[in-house]
T-cell receptor
Framework: GAVVSQHPSRVICKSGTSVKIECRSL??????MFWYRQFPKQSLMLMAT?????????EQGVEKDKFLINHASLTLSTLTVTSAHPEDSSFYIC??????????????FGQGTRLTVV | LAKTTQPISMDSYEGQEVNITCSHN???????ITWYQQFPSQGPRFIIQ???TKVTNEVASLFIPADRKSSTLSLPRVSLSDTAVYYC??????????FGKGTKLSVKP
């Protein structure tokens, strides 16, 4: 149980275009979702935290107008990279936490999305 | 700012027991200690979680001393497939998940 599905797993886009990444909790209600970015050989960097029905809280240095996060339901959050540039190429990972006995204290991660901007 | 400190890397051989220690001097009363494993180009995977003393599951053990300022992940009889990065996180149920640098474990034949 407690599966988080992230889609797409890989995407290549042209510079200047926008890309949307979906994160779904398949068998639990995700009250909180986290979005991370990970560059090669580095750790996960938290970009933003979103609670269902509320605006996302962005970490310092993350542009909220560039990385649009929507958490409109308890099972879906999306990250849209707007006007993507090559420096946005990275591995993006979502994570979800719920309210159940297990999902309350344990976060579940998606498989990640490899974004390449050309 | 990450709340944890771990060794950057560790080497081991197949069949050995591996112990990775994490320091978390500023752990709060309501924080849990959770360890994740990450393979390249994959999302982190939960290994084990604990609050105090010892926790054991089918893949690992977690030892937490009484002061909770550190914890040790123990992997019994590692195999080549255990080569990965291991992250220790301390977090409350309402807190953000902040990752430190993790420990890159290399298991050799």
């Amino acid at each position: 149980g407690a599966v988080v599905s992230q889609h797409p797993s890989r995407v290549i886009c042209k510079s200047g275009t926008s890309v949307k990444i979906e994160c779904r909790s398949l068998d639990f209600q995700a009250t909180t979702m986290f979005w991370y970015r990970q560059f090669p050989k580095q750790s996960l960097m938290l970009m933003a935290t979103s609670n269902e029905g509320s605006k996302a809280t962005y970490e310092q240095g993350v542009e909220k107008d560039k990385f649009l996060i929507n958490h409109a339901s308890l099972t879906l959050s999306t990250l849209t990279v707007t006007s993507a540039h090559p420096e946005d190429s990275s591995f993006y990972i979502c994570s979800a936490r719920g309210t159940g006995a297990r999902t309350h204290t344990e976060a579940f991660f998606g498989q990640g999305t490899r974004l390449t901007v050309v | 700012l990450a709340k944890t400190t771990q060794p950057i890397s560790m080497d081991s051989y197949e069949g050995q027991e591996v112990n990775i220690t994490c320091s978390h001097n500023n752990i709060a009363t309501n924080d849990y200690i959770t360890w994740y494993q990450q393979f390249p180009s994959q999302g982190p995977r939960f290994i084990i979680q604990g609050y105090k003393t010892k926790v054991t599951n089918e893949v690992a053990s977690l030892f937490i001393p009484a002061d909770r300022k550190s914890s040790t992940l123990s992997l019994p009889r590692v195999s080549l497939s255990d080569t990965a990065v291991y992250y220790c996180l301390v977090e409350g149920s309402q807190g953000n998940l902040i990752f430190g640098k993790g420990t890159k474990l290399s298991v050799k034949p």
